[in-house]
């Protein structure tokens, strides 16, 4: 390139900057809002991240067609992040500038935590142009303590939260005695193996711990080693983060091994896991969650019929379940604190969540204001046969064993939160 | 102690068995006929759907013969109409053309079958358990992997090494001019061993999906893998793939077992390392931790010190 090109070339790109960028700024114009949702839609976790956009557009069209958003439409721009963080800043700073101010991800804390960051850094250097990230399910407790920002809001209850629920409940079961640990190598996992060490030792100190492996991230293709080290192991519960893939091998080499012991999951109802445990689980899988199928059928309600009903579309137009309650809860609010702060613009909007509680069919659900961690209900359940909605059409179902309160399920943070002026 | 050392072994073998399953058809396209097959893991997820499909209408014992078939027919197919174009420009393009042939199968699979998981699980007449081994059940679908991966190394040496068509084959991929020269099709038997590969993939997919999980995924999940082998084996060595195979499987089954860590030794003869920072999370990670990735480890370490793998016959 001789200096001429390259000067023509450079301020043809600058020329292009500054229109993408003026068109960015003129989004705020427009009758609909954008909201992006950044996860993989390739790769291993391909199936989960395809699942929650299924979720998002199915109760973006419901709250669209029902009332709307402050008068305007929300629009979902689906974007591949190929669970990667690197790939996630990329993802996020196309959705900028397609115009997005809402962002949500949910697959992996160590993405969430760079989404986070990313977003905080891009609204201080333009307070023209905000973004806020809704996170329905990267439940890495650093996200609303040491590492939590304004920007930055959970509907999903974090592993903290989730391993308060089944400690709770372990805690009233006498027959465990020895629980083994094993998680995915990354924040998420390694967190559920920490904490839970911690609360099995205020809240049952006779129980041991027998085991806690990590395992890289959807790397291990036979978790038959894993099993035969449980077995040694004599324990009689697994407590488990592990999702996807890594959930479903896991259980499967334990079935074919014959280890008889009990699961304690976060996603064991998961996207795909339950066909791919198949009648393995039986028995044997528990899952702690805000939503599971045969909730309104165990306790009936008028907004629990509605849900029910919600659950049978989804399943007729996807062939998929119904998985994610929190994504309806999610649009719900967000819908909620766009019609009060009569706007749509992000700081606004952020104000109006914080601190609002919503009725959802399940109970009474609470943004808390210190640390942007929603309050809701969580429910452990156990895959058996014989209820009214099977899932995946495996046959069998989730039946609820217990309930916890949504203030019940709430922890301390550490949070020192800044707020905008 | 033991118990775990019995059964890694055996699980050690078994995942050595299912890997070389899988590399073995690689062996054939990639070190001896010199393709740069970035897809081969692809046609071995096709095997896994393809059977799941068979057996929904046929039962089991049908898939297992039927799904490796059509896919070693599709490997023929793709060798005449695309590769054999491609090949000409060398491996660049060989590797681009397979690696946009993996990402074409991986969406032909999600449309057709979707995102989630297919239901396809050990057939009944052979789910039941093995033998028993100090409490823990071996499964008998397990010693059915152990039978076919056996039976078809042995089938496969033999051809290669002790035929009359597994002369021309060696010859054809070594020697092509002076083998077109007196005869033979050369690039027919490109054509059939391609496809022979690739079948070999598809069974390997068809008796592997059940214990695994049938996903669009699972081609990318082992793809690395597999090349591992290949190379740590040796170029245009069966054998070597054969070996590579149950030392991969072996070392990474044991190493699970293994939660030994740098900063427990030491801290068990009396040096304490600093609990936090870098050393402290550095010295915390036990061998288990990292036995998925020792494969590429050995790997690496391979290519460093031995170029040509184990029984490698060829530097490249």
């Known amino acids: 390139m001789t200096p001429k090109t390259t000067l023509t070339a450079m301020t043809s790109a600058i020329a292009l900057a500054v229109a993408a960028f003026g068109m960015a700024g003129a989004a705020y114009a427009e009758d609909t809002i954008k909201i992006a949702y950044i996860d993989p839609l390739s790769g291993p976790f391909a199936n989960v991240g395809d699942a929650g956009a299924k979720h998002f557009s199915y109760f973006i069209d419901y709250f669209n067609a029902n009332g709307g958003f402050n008068g305007k439409k929300l629009e979902l721009i689906a974007i591949d992040n190929k669970s990667s963080p690197k790939d996630s800043l990329v993802a996020l700073k196309s959705a900028i500038d397609q115009g997005a101010h809402f962002i949500t991800q949910g697959n992996g804390s160590h993405v969430g935590a760079a989404l986070s960051e990313a977003v905080a850094k891009h609204n201080e250097r333009n307070p023209d142009n905000r973004v806020l990230y809704l996170n329905y399910a990267a439940v890495d407790p650093a996200l609303t303590n040491d590492a939590c920002n304004f920007w930055h809001f959970r509907f999903d209850a974090n592993s903290d939260m989730k391993l308060e629920a089944i400690t709770n409940y372990i805690k009233d079961q006498p027959a465990v005695k020895k629980v083994y640990l094993i998680n995915m190598d990354y924040s998420h996992g390694q967190s559920v193996s920490k904490i839970a060490r911690k609360l099995l030792n205020e809240k049952r100190p006779d129980i041991e711990v027998v085991g806690d492996d990590l395992h890289p991230v959807g790397k291990v293709k036979d978790f038959s080693p894993y099993i035969s080290k449980i077995k040694a192991s004599g324990a009689d519960t697994v407590i488990t983060g592990n999702w996807g893939a890594d959930l479903s091998l896991l259980v499967k080499a334990s079935a074919s091994a014959g280890l008889d012991v009990q699961y304690y999951t976060y996603y064991g109802g998961g996207l795909g896991t339950p066909v791919a445990i198949g009648a393995a689980g039986e028995g044997k899988v528990k899952q702690v969650t805000e939503w599971h199928a045969n909730l309104p059928v165990e306790t009936p309600s008028d907004q629990g019929k509605v849900l029910e009903d919600a659950y049978v579309a989804f399943l007729q137009k996807y062939d998929l379940d119904f998985y994610y309650g929190r994504i309806r809860t999610m649009l719900g609010m967000l819908q909620e604190a766009m019609n009060q702060a009569k706007s749509d613009e992000p700081v606004a909007v952020a104000k109006a969540l914080e601190g609002m509680t919503y009725q959802t069919a399940m109970g009474p659900v609470t943004m808390r204001a210190d640390d942007h961690q929603l309050a809701q209900p969580l429910f452990i359940s156990t895959f058996v046969k014989g209820v009214k909605y099977d899932t995946e059409h495996t046959g069998l179902g989730w039946k609820t064993d217990a309930k916890i309160d949504g203030p019940a399920t709430e922890t301390s943070t550490t949070c020192k939160m800044q707020r905008p002026s | ?316």
């Open chain 2, 1 to 316: 102690m033991l118990e775990i050392l019995v059964f890694s072994l055996l699980n050690g073998v078994l995942f050595g068995m299912l890997l070389f399953m899988l590399s073995s058809g690689l062996t054939l396209i990639f070190s001896m006929m010199g393709v740069l097959n970035f897809a081969h893991a692809s046609f071995f997820m096709l095997g896994a759907y393809f059977a799941y499909q068979i057996s929904t209408v046929t039962g089991f014992w049908i898939a297992l013969i039927l799904a490796p078939l059509l896919v070693g027919g599709i490997g023929m197919l793709i060798e005449r109409y695309g590769l054999r174009r491609v090949h000409k420009y060398g491996h660049v393009a060989e590797l681009l053309f397979t690696f946009g042939l993996a990402f074409l199968i991986e969406e032909i699979v999600v449309m057709i079958w979707g995102r989630i998981p297919v239901d396809y699980g050990v057939p009944a007449d052979l789910n039941f358990t093995f033998f028993t081994l100090l409490g823990t059940n071996f499964p008998a679908y397990r010693a059915f992997i152990l039978l076919i991966a056996v039976m078809m190394f042995a089938a496969l040496f033999l051809t290669i090494t002790r035929t009359r068509i597994g002369l021309i084959i060696q010859a054809a991929l070594t020697h092509p001019d002076m083998v077109a020269a007196l005869g033979h099709n050369v690039p027919r038997v490109f054509m059939m061993v391609f496809g022979g590969g690739t079948a070999l993939a598809a069974l390997a997919g068809v008796i592997g999906g059940p214990i695994l999980v049938t996903e669009p995924g699972m081609a990318f999940l082992l793809g690395p893998i597999i090349f591992v082998v290949v190379v740590f084996g040796g170029m245009g060595s069966l054998g070597g793939a054969f070996v590579a195979s149950l030392l991969i499987g072996v070392i990474q089954t044991l190493a699970v077992a293994l939660d030994w860590s740098l900063g427990g030794t030491l801290a068990a003869i009396g040096i304490n390392l600093p609990v936090d920072g870098f050393i402290g999370t550095f010295s915390r990670i036990t061998v288990s931790q990292t036995a998925p990735i020792l494969p590429y480890l050995m790997l690496v370490l391979m290519l460093i010190f031995r170029p040509k793998g184990l029984m490698g016959t060829r530097e490249s």
